[in-house]
């Protein structure tokens, strides 16, 4: 009750609100997902990167296991997606709702509740590996709902986060300093990308209920709850026993697997034209059905 109250709740009624206030306000769904795509999601990622403490050896295993993780979750999502003749709108989507994690607005609550303060540098490593992720895997992944593998690389190197992440851990690891000015402008920026991408989710929700789904988008949205809070967390265990994360930095990672699919994932679907729809519905089923895993997880984990 307390994880519905203090992070699921205030996550929707921001949501619900702007879903509320579309039907007066008329925004355009394209022009706020791309202000939040571009403008406010590459300082969020860069800030992050830059103030984090990337040394200590633990994290390092944190990083390795992340990685082992999604790759095997990709993995077995192209399989998913063929089995269930999915379009390329669609797969890419599905795909992304399988690796992408809610590591920071559901995450960062989740841990310092469960572990405490103690808890939030490992919580803080694994958000920052998935960062590198979405600013890399995802935004590939999804670019290929309407194109070729070799223009969606293309679309990945014209992506500003992508180099504000390849930035911030170059700056972090060499030590460089930023000008004053130039970070706080850069902190004005990332704060505004929380709320865009809650406002996104909200607009999404909206036009999702307009639409209604397909019945294949609900076969596909069974497979992304089980893969996402049921495979993925056993997966954490077993890549965690495998390369030795033990203790506390061990059952962060593995609650953190658990975590439903990230918000950003609507905001990918629309910058890239993909199945809207579908991210808000895995978005929305993954983050309800959370409430029950998230609770069993952490009574397993203690």
């Known amino acids: 009750m307390i994880t519905l109250i203090n992070v699921i ?29 571009h403008l406010f999601l590459p300082p969020l990622v860069f800030e992050s990167l830059l103030n984090a403490d990337l040394s200590k050896p ?13 790759l095997v979750l990709w993995g077995l999502g192209v399989l998913a997606a063929r089995l269930l003749h999915l379009e390329r709108e669609t797969r890419g989507v599905f795909l992304i709702a399988l690796v992408l994690i809610n590591a920071g607005n559901y995450g960062f609550p989740a841990v310092s509740f469960a572990f405490g303060d103690v808890g939030m540098p ?9 960062t590198m992720i979405v600013s890399t895997l995802g935004i590939y992944l999804v670019a290929q709902g309407k194109a070729t593998a070799r223009m969606a690389l293309r679309r990945l190197f014209k992506v500003p986060v992508l180099y504000a992440c ?16 130039c970070l706080k402008a850069i902190h004005l920026l990332s704060q505004a990308a929380v709320p865009a991408s809650l406002a996104v989710l909200g607009l999404q929700l909206q036009q999702g209920f307009k639409r209604g789904w397909q019945l294949t988008q609900v076969r596909a949205l069974v497979v ?9 967390p056993w997966l954490a265990v077993w890549a965690s026993r495998w390369i030795g994360l033990q203790g506390l930095a061990g059952d962060v ?21 993909a199945d809207t729809s579908f991210a808000t519905l895995s978005v929305m089923a993954t983050t309800l059905a959370s409430l029950l895993s998230v609770t069993l997880w952490l009574n397993w984990l203690f």
Do not use: H, Y
């Open 224 to 232: 992304v709850i089980l893969m996402r809070l049921v495979v993925s």
């Open 9 to 37: 709740l205030p996550i929707f009624l921001a949501a619900g609100v702007v879903a509320l206030s579309q039907r007066w306000l008329k925004l355009d769904t394209g022009t706020l997902s791309r202000a939040s795509f």
């Open 166 to 181: 390849v930035l911030g851990v170059v700056i972090n690891l060499i030590g460089l300093s930023v000008p004053e000015p």
């Open 253 to 273: 990672f593995v609650l953190d697997c658990a975590l439903p699919s990230a918000v950003l994932i609507t905001t990918l679907a629309g910058e890239f034209e």
């Open 122 to 130: 490992p919580a803080t490593v694994f958000m920052l590996v998935n």
């Open 58 to 70: 633990e994290f390092g295993k944190i990083a390795f296991a992340s990685v082992l993780v999604t």
